[in-house]
Every structure is written in C-alpha cells, then in structure tokens.
C-alpha cells in the first residue's frame, strides 16, 4: 500500500520559522559579535562627537580685539595662554603673531605650549619643544639651515595668524601703530615657498 505523501500542516510550518529566526539571533548574540558591536558603536561615537565636538567648542571662543604693538620678551611672557582672556601669543624671527585660535596647540596643555608666550625661533630652527629663556635671543650662534628654516616657519606663521608687532630688543623702542599706517612686514621672506600647515 502506498502511503499518503507527508504534508506539513501549519502547525509544523510554525515551530520551522522560529528556529531559524532563534539561530540568527544567537548568531548575532555571540560574544564574539557582541564585542565587534561594541567597538563600531564606540568608534562611531569618538567620530562624531570629535567632528562635532572641536567645532562646538571652537565656536564658543569669544572673538578677541586685535593687538597691533611691539613687545619685550618679558611683555610677550604674559600671553601665554593662562590670563582671563586666554590669548596666546608666540614670536618668531623677530615678529610675534597672535596664535589664539590655535590654541589647542599652543595653548596650556597644547603640545607646543613650551612656546606660548616665548620667542619659539630657537625651537622651531633646531626642531626641539623648547624655547629661549635668554632675555633676547639674537639667533646669531644658528647656522644658516637652521635660520632658513626659522624663515620658512615665519612664513607659515605671516600666512596663518595675525601679525601683533616686532619682538624688541633691549633698548629698543616700539613703533607706535594707528589703524592708517599699513603693517610694516619683512620682505626677506615674501618670495620664499611656504608651507601650509602646522
């Protein structure tokens, strides 16, 4: 006798669905599945609160006045970042420049904060984090490579940030600046290539 072919009644169709929807759920809760969640969903959130994040902030930094005026080295020691206003001014070959708004850099806690506040010219030619402490460094000891490369770092600063002044040597007298007087700038390093970022 021939049996009747087996058909699956819809009892059986029911119990089949949920296993295999089980098995992809217990896939997915593996541990191993579980962690590579994690780490995405971490990842994801240091993405986007970093892109967010530094421009919110960024954005809350109040727009300071302009500064136009020379300075002794004991002047410029007071822009380091630390005051109520937070303005961090740095010089370089003899000019100071107003790097407030890259003050993560040179600011407190900012990688090159050695140089907030100090003649970085030294530094920036022998390529060390450190800054003078001489009253007035002349640079004059620094062999031609390294005052180029003080020239190119000047550059970079002329391109990037605001000019404030001349760094005075001892005995010197500051300019006296008005807003008709157009910015006195050094011409040595108007022809030189210059680098974009730092």
Same mark, same amino acid.
């Given at each position: 006798?021939?049996?009747?072919?087996?058909?699956?009644? /819809?009892?059986?169709?029911?119990?089949?669905?949920?296993?295999?929807? %089980? %098995?992809?759920?217990?896939?997915?809760?593996?541990?191993?599945?579980?962690?590579?969640?994690?780490?995405?969903?971490?990842?994801?959130?240091?993405?986007?609160?970093?892109?967010?994040?530094?421009?919110?902030?960024?954005?809350?930094?109040?727009?300071?006045? *302009?500064?136009?005026?020379?300075?002794?080295?004991?002047?410029?020691?007071?822009?380091?970042? &630390?005051?109520?206003?937070?303005?961090?001014?740095?010089?370089?070959?003899?000019?100071?420049?107003?790097? &407030?708004?890259?003050?993560?850099?040179?600011?407190?806690?900012?990688?090159?904060?050695?140089?907030?506040?100090?003649? /970085?010219?030294?530094?920036? /030619?022998?390529?060390?984090?450190?800054?003078?402490? *001489?009253?007035?460094?002349?640079?004059?000891?620094?062999?031609?490579?390294?005052?180029?490369?003080? *020239? +190119?770092?000047?550059?970079?600063?002329?391109?990037?940030?605001?000019?404030?002044?001349?760094?005075? *040597?001892?005995?010197?007298?500051? &300019?006296?600046? %008005?807003?008709? +007087?157009?910015?006195?700038?050094?011409?040595?390093?108007?022809?030189?290539?210059?680098?974009?970022?730092?």
């Amino acid at each position: 006798m021939a049996s009747a072919p087996e058909t699956k009644t /819809a009892d059986s169709i029911e119990t089949e669905t949920p296993s295999s929807e %089980s %098995s992809i759920f217990n896939e997915f809760l593996s541990p191993v599945n579980l962690i590579l969640t994690v780490i995405i969903l971490v990842l994801l959130y240091k993405i986007l609160r970093g892109r967010f994040g530094k421009s919110s902030a960024e954005q809350q930094v109040p727009e300071l006045p *302009k500064i136009r005026k020379d300075m002794t080295v004991a002047e410029l020691r007071q822009f380091d970042g &630390t005051q109520a206003d937070g303005r961090v001014l740095v010089a370089v070959n003899g000019w100071i420049f107003d790097v &407030t708004r890259g003050r993560r850099f040179y600011g407190p806690g900012g990688p090159y904060a050695a140089f907030g506040g100090k003649d /970085a010219s030294r530094g920036l /030619a022998t390529f060390s984090v450190t800054s003078s402490d *001489k009253e007035y460094d002349d640079l004059s000891d620094l062999n031609s490579m390294e005052m180029e490369s003080v *020239k +190119e770092w000047e550059a970079q600063f002329r391109e990037k940030y605001e000019l404030v002044g001349k760094l005075l *040597k001892p005995g010197e007298e500051p &300019t006296n600046y %008005s807003d008709e +007087e157009p910015e006195e700038t050094d011409n040595s390093t108007s022809n030189q290539d210059e680098k974009k970022d730092l």
